[in-house]
């Protein structure tokens, strides 16, 4: 089992920044990919970017945040962050970290956090 406890939402202005977290127990953190998804009240839940497992050196990013967010991982500190700049009011949305813990770049993702909120105003 893998717990995943996210972190760093709140209320923002358009252009702000946030850095989410999401802190993992339960397995050896390195040996999972990790992903951030978002959802906002009637769409289905989208990934928004992806770090493979270990060193983290595969990430991938949806089209509609890249240049602006980055995830990251520390192994050291079971973390994965997402940094997120230049913020949109469409970017408001529950996000949610999640675990893959069968593909070293993610595909299948098990393990989910309760989400956190990020508001952006405009």
């Known amino acids: 089992q893998v717990q995943l406890v996210e972190s760093g939402g709140g209320l923002v202005q358009a252009g702000a920044s946030l850095r989410l977290s999401c802190a993992a127990s339960g397995r050896i953190f390195s040996h999972y990919a990790m992903a951030w998804f978002r959802q906002t009240p009637g769409k289905e839940r989208e990934i928004v970017a992806s770090i493979s497992w270990r060193s983290g050196s595969t990430t991938r990013y949806a089209d509609s945040v890249k240049g602006r967010f980055t995830i990251s991982r520390d192994n050291a500190k079971d973390t994965v962050y997402l940094q997120m700049n230049s913020l949109k009011p469409e970017d408001t949305a529950v996000y949610y970290c999640?675990?893959?813990?069968?593909?070293?770049?993610?595909?299948?993702?098990?393990?989910w956090g309760q989400g956190t909120q990020v508001t952006v105003s405009s």
């Open positions: 999640a675990a893959d813990l069968n593909s070293p770049f993610g595909n299948e993702y098990d393990y």
